[in-house]
């Protein structure tokens, strides 16, 4: 993991040094072990680092080809490093000291532009080619390296985090309305936009190419909609995956510090344990390099102390248990203050107490199970490709041992039951859709939402232009293809690899590895789900699981930890005076009432809380960003209009 920082001036002009050197200073925490910068006339690039690989330590950034007319800095990690390796070997390419840095430069050097499209990890990273003349930034395929930067003028400035920008004169500082419109109605759809104008993020798996006259951005990776793999029986789609399962694991495992372990309880981190916990049996000098770190929460419904007690008993590897701290206003100002973003949401925010532990044991990688969700659970809509192909035994079948997963859901409304909703309604054609709810009077505005911002930011158009239908032939496919972009979760992936950085960790994901991502969408559905949710994974890892955590269904619900930190004497004092509302873009009087039902109905112990709690979290996040980085240095709503405000800066 690194900070990356740069500046190019496209009408020549030279870069100024200590300009460069304040960018980034501001990206410090991302790389405490080293920093350099590098300028060439009109470019400079900055580089702030963290070893996490023993290849790391042998690497300085910005790295530079023998030649000094190409330059790169990479934040990221290479995981098909032999394959690469050996394609790059055979190109006539010769290595000096195989770092990821190095392979990631002789990859560019080789394909060029295509060159993402050979790499497998994660990674965002700007590269300097003199001979065009332009500057080549990738971001890997699920975003879990982030890139922002900022087009204006002839000035173009990127960085891992926004602040960095901020010291640059030319950077816009004034708010998006259509990114706030996305947070205040808690439906993100885009992955380029940030909550200033001029702020732009890298999508994921998207590439941007910048030149005097010219900046365009590329899609360099989707999923092959036509791929299918087939097999006899279960036991080969098993073998199969577990053999992409090992490979994941293994190539996450370059490290040479301990390696920390996030043990939740549930099935996804459990079997990235379990798996390591039988391959140290296997391979007794690895043991020492991997401990457990799980939050619990004693007396509460998200607490997996169960599950986590059965997986830590399989095994002996260190093992810590943390209760987590309470989150605090005063710390989701300090996010805000900070990054000049929103805050970290509530259950991230209690995580840095892990991150903490972790960091104070030495480890600076951290593999989790995130991932294991979205690829191998399967969807819901698969009850409407069974309707129709009117597999009406099997849809039974399905709703009856679906029922614990969606038994206690909140709303009472007809049109949310799940066979109504993922069945039925998926099969109507949209336009009888939407003349339905011209019928019903529904708008599709969230209640607390003004009117005029939902027209002025075209959100209608926005959603319709994100629920695109994606090029499969099963509904369920294209519901597991859209979570591959899915806003709200790159927007999650941004805030959990942003924490963890203010540590010295990088998150690696296994299951989000490139080749299980594919591999995933190619199969039959009922290898998501058979008898039970994530079949294929069950059948992999079989007995190398505890019983306990292989016959879970049901998962663990952290919505009561948003609702604490939503009541709050503080939090309740925020939504009593809302700037938002005075900038005309929420009804204050309908936001506070929306908030009062969700404190009646968790006070009574009613799930009926949860309907509302995405939205109005956004809401208090939004608030505090506005408060902080604009009302907080006297700013009034009337003087925003035509005009960029200085934001305030964290020290």
């Known amino acids: 993991m690194s900070g990356l920082a740069g500046i190019y001036q496209l009408d020549g002009r030279p870069v100024h040094l200590p300009l460069l050197q304040r960018m980034v200073h501001r990206i410090a925490h991302r790389g405490p072990d080293a920093s350099h910068c590098w300028i060439h006339r009109s470019i400079g690039m900055g580089h702030a680092m963290l070893h996490t690989t023993p290849e790391s330590l042998k690497e300085q950034q910005p790295w530079q080809d023998e030649t000094g007319r190409l330059c790169l800095t990479l934040d990221g ?39 993402p499209e050979h790499v497998t990890g994660d990674f965002a990273l700007a590269a300097w080619d003199g001979p065009r003349q332009q500057l080549f930034c990738a971001r890997d395929i699920l975003g879990l390296k982030p890139l922002y930067y900022c087009l204006h003028g002839n000035t173009f400035c990127w960085a891992s985090e926004m602040p960095p920008l901020f010291d640059h004169p030319a950077v816009s500082r004034r708010p ?14 885009t992955n380029t936009e ?20 010219k900046a365009e951005t590329r899609r360099y990776w989707s999923i092959d909609s036509a791929r299918r793999i087939v097999y006899s029986n279960n036991d080969e789609y098993a073998q199969h995956f577990h053999a992409l399962f090992n490979k994941a694991v293994h190539s996450r495992l370059r490290s040479h510090k301990p390696i920390g372990l996030e043990l939740s309880g549930g099935l996804d981190s459990s079997s990235i344990v379990s798996f390591l916990q039988s391959f140290s049996r296997i391979h007794p000098h690895e043991h020492d390099r991997f401990q457990t770190f799980s939050l619990i929460f004693p007396g509460l419904p998200c607490d997996e102390q169960r599950f986590i007690n059965d997986v ?106 799940p066979l109504v909703q993922f069945g039925l309604l998926p099969l109507i054609p949209q336009s009888c859709k939407d003349l339905g709810k011209r019928l019903l009077g529904r708008t599709g505005i969230p209640d607390w ?41 790159i927007h999650g992936n941004e805030l959990d690899e942003r924490a963890s950085s203010s540590f010295g960790l990088e998150k690696r994901h296994p299951f989000n590895d490139r080749r299980i991502i594919e591999f995933a969408l190619a199969l039959p559905e009922e290898q998501r789900w058979s008898t039970c949710p994530k ?52 009804d204050g009087g309908k936001v506070l009432a929306a908030y009062r039902t969700m404190a009646h109905h968790y006070d009574r112990g009613d799930e009926a809380y949860r309907v509302d709690l995405t939205a109005l979290w956004m809401i208090f996040g939004v608030e505090l960003w506005f408060r902080t980085v604009f009302q907080s240095r006297g700013v009034q709503p009337d003087q925003l209009a035509g005009k960029a405000i200085e934001p305030v800066r964290s020290t």
């Open 77 to 115: 990690r290479i995981d098909n490093r032999e394959e690469l390796t050996d394609a790059l070997e055979a190109a006539g390419f010769h290595l000096r000291n195989h770092t990821d840095a190095e392979l990631m430069l002789r990859a560019y050097q080789c394909w060029g532009e295509a060159c």
């Open 535 to 586: 079949s294929i994974l069950r059948n992999a890892l079989g007995r190398q699981l505890p019983t306990s955590v292989r016959e879970r269904v049901q998962k663990a619900d952290f919505s009561c930890i948003y609702a604490q930190a939503l009541l709050m004497e503080s939090s309740t004092a925020v939504f009593q005076s809302l700037s938002v509302a005075a900038m005309g873009w929420v």
């Open 312 to 417: 830590t008993a399989q095994g002996s590897f260190p093992a810590h248990r943390i209760r987590p701290q309470t989150p605090t206003l005063a710390g989701f100002q300090d996010d805000v203050l900070r990054y000049q973003d929103l805050p970290d949401h509530p259950n991230g925010a209690m995580s840095n107490s892990l991150r903490a532990l972790a960091q104070q044991q030495g480890c600076r990688v951290l593999l989790t199970g995130s991932g294991g969700d979205e690829w191998l659970t399967g969807s819901f809509f698969h009850y409407a490709d069974l309707l129709r192909t009117l597999k009406f035994g099997t849809l039974l079948r399905r709703l009856r041992a679906d029922r614990p997963l969606y038994c206690d859901q909140s709303s009472r409304n007809m049109l949310s039951l």
């Open 449 to 489: 939402l003004a009117p005029a911002l939902w027209q002025r930011t075209q959100m209608r158009e926005r959603i319709r232009q994100a629920s695109i239908t994606p090029p499969f032939s099963t509904y369920a496919q294209q519901d597991l293809f859209r979570s591959a972009g899915h806003g709200l979760s």
């Open 176 to 189: 998006n309305e259509a990114m706030i419109a996305e947070f205040l109605t808690g439906t993100v759809v």
């Open 194 to 213: 940030t909550l200033y104008e001029g702020i732009s993020r890298l999508a994921p798996a998207h590439t941007l190419v910048v030149r005097p006259g």
